[in-house]
């Protein structure tokens, strides 16, 4: 088991999926875990008493990814309950599908607000609570690289845009000794996206492995981003994908 003990982290996106697969997981190996979610109050409040439950602090925080107040409040609040942050996972993204000749420019907007702007926005909030050892991990996809089928591209448009971000925070923060690295899942079993979905068969077929990850498997990745045994790694992409961009 990786030790995070004593380090203090803030996951966007945490009730649910991957994010909260990623608090989990972050507590497992010794992390306090703020997170924010949107709506699943519910959710919410189970993925904190699973925090609670392996002897670690959590703070489960409502906070809208399109709101910059809203950001900086959160990042507030998580501040307050843990005492300090170590490290930063953005994990809150919402999807879109479409053709851009039938762009809708509202909902455009907001998958870019959700998905550049915020992990902008969070890790601009969280940049002076962060000592050297600090991480920042987003969490963008694989489509961010390949795009296998018309109808993705807005979507696409937003994952690719964190490898940029990704490596241009890396150059900013590595004198400080805080890494920046990105995380890319190709399908992955959630609500979102089913391994039991439509168009399962399809994605499986992309992939190496002829399967869908698991969000556990993906948080698996990013306690190794977030931990001392990454500590040369920077500006780099790991991707989680099943081969499927191989």
Do not use: W
């Not at 088991?1 to 009730?15: E, P, Q, Y």
């Not at 845009?161 to 399908?187: K, M, Y």
């Amino acid at each position: 088991m990786i030790d995070l003990s004593g380090k203090r982290a803030l996951v966007t996106g945490g009730s649910r999926g991957i994010g909260a697969a990623i608090v989990e997981a972050l507590a497992e190996n010794g992390a306090d875990v703020a997170f924010t979610y949107q709506s699943s109050s519910e959710k919410a409040a189970a993925v904190a008493r699973s925090v609670e439950s392996r002897g670690r602090r959590a703070a489960a925080i409502q906070a809208d990814s399109a709101d910059p107040q809203a950001i900086a409040r959160a990042v507030e609040d998580a501040v307050a309950a843990l005492g300090g942050l170590d490290i930063l996972v953005n994990s809150a993204a919402i999807g879109h599908s479409g053709n851009i000749a039938d762009l809708n420019l509202d909902e455009y907007q907001t998958l870019m607000d959700v998905n550049v702007r915020a992990p902008v926005l969070f890790a601009k909030a969280v940049i002076p609570h962060l000592n050297g050892g600090g991480r920042i991990i987003t969490i963008g996809s694989a489509l961010g690289e390949r795009v296998p089928f018309p109808g993705l591209t807005p979507y696409a448009m937003s994952k690719a845009a964190l490898t940029s971000f990704t490596r241009g925070l890396s150059r900013e923060l590595g004198p400080s000794g805080i890494t920046v690295n990105l995380v890319q899942p190709g399908a992955t079993d959630t609500d979102a996206n089913p391994a039991s979905g439509a168009a399962a068969d399809f994605q499986r077929s992309l992939t190496s492995l002829g399967r869908y990850g698991e969000p556990k498997e993906v948080a698996n990745a990013v306690v190794f981003l977030a931990s001392s045994a990454a500590s040369i790694i920077t500006g780099a992409t790991l991707t989680a994908d099943g081969g499927a961009i191989a």
